[in-house]
């Protein structure tokens, strides 16, 4: 029987983000000799990447990097199996040198980046599956975003106080307005509006929602002449709905996202909101 103690086990855990069997199995094998048991756990982890490929990947952390003159940002997801590794210290690591390569190199696509090196003769790519196999999860980077031109700041909003964001928000304004930049991106984060206004909603989408609001209309046995009115209320519902600058603001509801932007004489260029694991 080995010689190792339950804070053995738990220091394991803490350094290599291991599984508490798996970091038993590894402390029997290192005879209760920690620093071996890391040394078993990465070369077993580095076996195991293929076979956590089928795993899901559905806790992690959004981390943002916002430039000091606030003309540039970007937020970045990383994700992994479990809310253990999520709050480590190497995974929240790993998930800012992500981030802190997007803000310098700007990848075109989640393809570019991966494909990039974030070290000599290391691509992110090979960063990620790195981290795959020390944290003895499967770790995936599959969304990131990056804006740069206007005002841009990042709201991230924790979801449990123990964990790392789980939401992160970035949005660009016209010109500078650090509360109005806050407030709108909190309001982002909560509502979760899909696209910015009516003109970014794609016409097949729009095409959708109104055949539905048509056909269910009409299977509730309204009155044929009052169709399309009733209709055109509904699409114009979907629209307040799913539209940011439709939607009622978060900290005054008597107004719309659009009235607060133009009472401050800022426009909303873009935005995005990434929700770990949705």
Known sequence: MANYTAADVKKLRELTGAGMMDCKKALDEAEGNVDKAVELLRVKGQKGVAKREGRSAENGAVVSLIADDNTSGVIVELKCETDFVAKGEKFQAAANALAAHVAKTSPADIEALLASEIEPGKTVQAFVDEAN????????L???AQFSGGYVTAYMHRTMPDLPPQIGVLVELDKENAEVAKGVAQHIAAFAPKYLSREDVPAEV???ERRVAEETTRAEGKPEAALPKIVEGRVNGFFKEATL???P???DNKKSVQQILNEAGVTLKR???IKVGI
């Not at 196999?133 to 995936?140: D, H, S």
Request: aromatic letters at 14%.
């Open 271 to 273: 935005f995005s909101r």
């Open 142 to 144: 599959d969304r990131f």
């Open 206 to 208: 729009v095409e959708t």
């Open 249 to 251: 603001y978060a900290l």
């Open 245 to 247: 600058l439709g939607q």
């Open 133 to 140: 196999a020390n944290l003895g999860e499967k770790i995936v």
